[in-house]
């Protein structure tokens, strides 16, 4: 009996033992080839021409999917070659060579040269460009391009964060004709655009002459719009949908890591989510009313109830995975009697109403919004919530200013310096935290810039032009067969270059 056992268990272990060293086998072999990816988003493009529109969703589909700049972020968040395999700084930091690769190809088989990145940022940096941030430009004094795979931008003074916003999903390199990007874009990228149904999805397949004959690995991917939360859980569930790029309801986090067959992934995002005030309108031109509001907010109850615990607090505009990141979330306790007596001081003591614009399609925002308005509530502001579509977001809020307050995520790595364009969408006005942020943006030693930063992260702190919420996790979820996903979102792009299905 007991040798009978014993060999039972012997077989068993020989079992394990050989199905382990497959399965090492069948990892070892590498990444496959081949197979469609549909991934699902919760918004849509309002167009596909990322130096046209500011809307991060562009970036998260095409960014160096479709479209690729000089230089790219990668997954630990650092700068490196992309159509330019090398660049030289001058000294004095007013000069930037670049030198490009050489067999690049546009998806319309139009050769790419150093005319093509000369046309770019002419275009980017011209009097009537229509760029999102015609600041990343600014600096640029003259382009010359000694040859085809040489680019020399010089200059009008250093700049610190040069290289970084060629980075950046404005800074993608364009194929000279530019009528037609928004509908159908066209770039260097491992994917080319097939297809875009509105309303539904858009389909990107192989670009067989991408330079890195190696990539991708994917014959196709599908972007799967779903605005709704519960619908893109199910359709993963069921198959339907391969992964969610991003979930907007943490605790659906929870619950996912449950499911054998789905896998979540726990990182950390760029993504800075603030309660926006229109600082041109009464009473919101008043510090003292800013303030109240962020004393009358319970930060740690909206990070719990809004992200179910996984949001990080934050107490400015500048991301905790940024190395100049100045921990200033204790600034504003919760403390709802100093509020009122704030209020009182401002000539509010009988409180004001007010409209709490928001994205209906954004989670993080309606969930936010709800718990914010009770909050507010019970200092006496009362914030009637209104819900719109995105595209009415970007046209009212954004692009117009009508608003009272809203709440929404921004997205960029450095997005701390929109708060000395004073005709954003906030509308603040500081003239101090204009020249501290330019000379930040301008200082060349590692030090001074990370003093600068902070004085500047100071600034809007004590003036607090919007309150400042949490940074968002990063929690993309996907079945057990999709892999090499990146963990991290250091720049708001969903990059499936080196994604691979493992079937």
Known sequence: MFASRWKSALLIVVLVLALAQLSIVAYASGPKYGGTLKVALPAEPPGLDPTTHTAAVIDRVLYNNVYQGLVRINREGEVVPSLARDWEVSEDGTLYTFYLREGVKFHNGKKFTAEDVSFTFERARSETTTVPHPE?????????????????IYLSRPSSIFLFNL?????????????????????????????????????????????????????????????????????????????????????????????????????????????????????????????????????EEIIEGATFGFGKPIGSLMSPTNPNYLDLSWLYPHDPDKAKRLLKDAGYQGGFEATLTLPAN??????????????????????????????????????????????????????????GNPDYYFNYDNERFQQVIGRAERETDEKTRRQLYSLAQWIIAEEVPSAFLFSAPSLPAMRNEVMNWWKDYPIPAVDLTEVWIDE
């Open 136 to 152: 990343y430009f600014s600096p640029i004094e003259n382009i010359e391009t000694p040859s085809p795979t040489t680019v020399k």
């Open 362 to 419: 954004y989670e993080l925002s309606l969930r936010s919004g709800k718990i914010i308005a009770d909050q507010a509530g019970k200092v006496g502001i009362n914030l009637k919530i209104e819900k719109i579509s995105w595209a009415q977001w970007l046209q009212r809020v954004f692009s117009n200013s009508e608003y009272d307050l809203t709440i929404i995520g921004h997205s960029e790595a450095f997005d701390i310096s929109i708060y």
């Open 167 to 299: 980075a950046r999903g404005d800074s993608v390199i364009l194929p000279g004709g530019v009528e037609e990007l928004s509908s159908r874009p066209v770039g260097t990228g491992p994917f080319k655009f097939n297809d875009w149904k509105r309303g539904s999805n858009l389909t990107l397949t192989r670009f067989e002459d991408y330079y890195r004959g190696e990539l991708p690995y994917l014959d196709k991917v599908v972007f799967e719009f779903i605005g709704d939360v519960n619908t893109r859980i199910t359709s993963l569930k069921s198959g339907g949908i391969d992964a969610i790029a991003y979930l907007s309801s943490p605790e659906n986090a929870v619950s996912l890591k449950e499911v054998n067959s789905l896998k979540v992934l726990t990182g950390l995002t760029t993504w800075e989510v603030i309660l926006a005030m229109n600082n041109s309108r009464e009473p919101f031109s008043d510090p003292l009313v800013r303030k109240a509001i962020n004393f009358a907010l319970d930060r």
